[in-house]
């Protein structure tokens, strides 16, 4: 049947096609009136005046401080990637590659098979949660939930719930830093965690040159720098851990055209990294494909930054 959507996507949507089941016909004109009357007041109600996707990834130059620098990138590999997954959290732990999902009703933990895209192993959350960040504590996977201020833990590999935490507020994105869970919550604020009891201790205001960097989403850690998804647009700001000033940004734009997103909500979102191989993913919500792709030094886009120079080892 129908369903109208106003979760977490941003922009106004209908679902009844496909994905998530049929709607008979004849309601289709209702649907699209009630589509246009409700919709244009919810997106201007919904849509923050977000630097990020007015002028691209980050802000414009200002004459004093100049601009954060929009770092060049390459796909060098490109991998099959479940397109129905709205895709909220991404993680290796021991070369295996782990996704969280949400959408209420289709919200899951997978173990993913890099190569095939073939989902390996997969455990669906209750029907009222809504799946959100992923990160590894103490040899566990931790999922948050969004609304609910609570998180799921589970053994790697065969996925098995053992064990639930809360942390109030909103859980969007999660990583780990310097053993602290960081939680995001589509605000500029990042939030720290203990990974013993889940305490706040901390909380890191992110800005670009002072302005506050609203929409943080899906995290990961990378060599000292935070990457967080920007939401909703297709850009990764690269903050730096203890100070919370984006130090520059990464534009997935074009690793996914317009034209080839069959939904409206499929963003950017997940990011995960193997330190063991220093080989950063990404992909999105809905995306087809899941990217690993590498970091260009800013004065020669031909060189790649990863993994050649090792006196400069942040990607
Ligand atoms: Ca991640």
């Known amino acids: 049947m129908f369903v109208y959507r106003h979760d977490r996507i941003g922009f106004c949507r209908i679902e009844p096609c496909g994905r998530y089941g049929v709607t008979p016909k004849r309601l289709f004109p209702v649907i699209l009136l009630l589509t246009g009357l409700m919709c244009p007041a919810f997106v201007q109600a919904h849509t923050h005046e977000s630097f990020v996707g007015r002028q691209g990834c980050g802000e414009p130059p200002r004459s004093d ?8 990138i390459t796909s060098v590999a490109r991998y099959p990637h479940d397109r129905n997954a709205f895709t909220q959290g991404l993680v290796f732990y021991k070369g295996e ?40 504590i103490n040899h566990q996977l931790v999922q948050l939930t969004w609304e609910t201020g ?35 919550d589509g605000t500029a604020r990042l939030r720290f965690f203990t990974t013993d009891t889940y305490q706040q201790v901390a909380s890191l205001d992110v800005r670009d040159r002072g302005a506050p960097v609203e929409g943080l989403n899906e995290l990961e850690s990378v060599e000292g720098l935070i990457y967080a998804n920007v939401y909703p647009s297709d850009c990764i700001a690269q903050i730096d851990a203890r100070s919370g000033q984006v130090i520059g940004w990464l534009d997935l734009g074009e690793l996914m055209p317009r034209a080839e997103r ?14 063991d191989t220093r080989e950063l993913f990404v992909t999105g919500k809905f995306w ?28």
């Open 288 to 315: 087809p494909y899941i990217f690993q792709i590498k970091l260009l030094q800013p004065e020669n886009p031909d060189k790649q930054t990863a993994g050649d120079n090792a006196d400069d080892r942040r990607l």
């Open 65 to 72: 401080t100049g601009a954060v620098p929009v770092r060049h």
């Open 262 to 275: 069959t939904d409206r909500a499929a963003v950017a979102n997940g990011i995960a990294y193997n330190p």
């Open 97 to 136: 590659l782990y996704e969280s999902t949400g959408l209420r009703g289709y919200s899951s933990v997978r173990r993913v098979d890099l190569i095939s895209g073939r989902v390996l192993k997969a455990r669906h959350l209750d029907k009222k949660l809504f799946g959100e960040g992923l990160a590894v």
């Open 150 to 184: 609570s998180g799921l833990i589970y053994t790697p590999v065969d996925l098995q719930l053992i064990g639930s935490f809360t942390f109030g507020g909103e859980g969007w994105g999660s990583t780990v830093v310097d053993n602290r869970l960081v939680i995001s």
